[in-house]
């Protein structure tokens, strides 16, 4: 009798196994989606206040940019992308267009660098075929910039501790090869600080001390004093996680802030340096009125900024994304309504496949604010 127990309770194991796994499924399941509806509070509610107020639904938001590209680039950059054996021609006329505006030269050049980094057949062809041949100051640009972000991909985005030492090694071999055609681009095109600011991340990839950092960014502010791209990468370069600390970081940005001119976007700076090391579940910390002082030197500077300028629905992204939390619905909306339908940006990168979903999380619940207010006013008005 003992033995015939003995062998039931064998057999009940696995029984006993699935039941408590779909139970565990189940409770998963079932926090997963009260989270969810935690996150819009009431369902649809935030959503269809969105839709009220003619912002798009997540499924229409572009992950791929922080907002529309320079007219004629989404073109060309298609055309380069589709490997035609002539599309170097493209892109050596997208960046000879652009000439010496240099913040549209190093957005230009990252974008040709990222489709090179995927395939450089057409990249081969400029230097092969190209009227300066290897000597053309525009391609071997994108070779420099292709190079580093081709390091960047192998390494990964996982912390250190879950990047293996074979793409370690792969990283830093393709950094230190970047130095060389950093410097030939250099050399090629001396008044140009982009390669100054593609080797940003070669700095920050191989752990340049702060004084050979300090030597690099007075070549590049010589050459351009308020560029945006160059001044995010250094940012990134002195936040704790890399190469300084909190400190640093927050020195940083607050100096460059205050010595550029209102329309440089350079008040995002302090913000950024705010969100990279804010590490508080409580948006008291946003609400200070130090954060509250930050983020109207940024609405101030997003209205003095060329509503062209291509690193403007960065800012704005940002903005929207502190005045929500700062409970400033209405400033939140008119932001949101200058990005919505690009998501690609601080702080809504961050959570990689999720980043749609906490924009419109954010942007939803600013949204709800809005009408629920408006609908408010409406019936004071109506029992009036």
Sequence with gaps: MTVLLWILGILAVPTLIFVLWLGGVFVKEFFAQMSGAAGDEDGDGGAAAAEQLGLLPAERQNTKSAGPLPAGWEAALDTVRGGDKDAWKTAAELLRGIGRDWERRSLAAYLLAEIAAEDDGWLLAWEADGPHGPDDPDAALVRARSTVILAWKIRGAKLASNTTGEQFAGFHRLLQRSREEIARAAALNPDDPTPYVTEIWTALGLGYPHSEMDKLWSELTARDPHHYEAHFSALQYWCKKWRGSEQLATEFAERAASAAPLGSLLTVLPLIAHFEHDESDDSATDRTPEM????????????????????????????????????RDEAAIEQFRLVDGYVDALPWRYHGTGMTARYCRIRNLAARAVTSATEGQSAEAGAS
Excluded: F, K, W
Excluded at 298 to 324: F, I, K, Q, S, V
């Design 292 to 327: 509250i002082a930050r983020v109207n030197a940024g609405l101030a500077d997003a209205a003095a900024a060329d509503p062209t300028h291509p690193r403007l629905p960065e800012l704005r992204h940002l903005l929207a994304y502190y005045l929500a939390l700062q409970d």
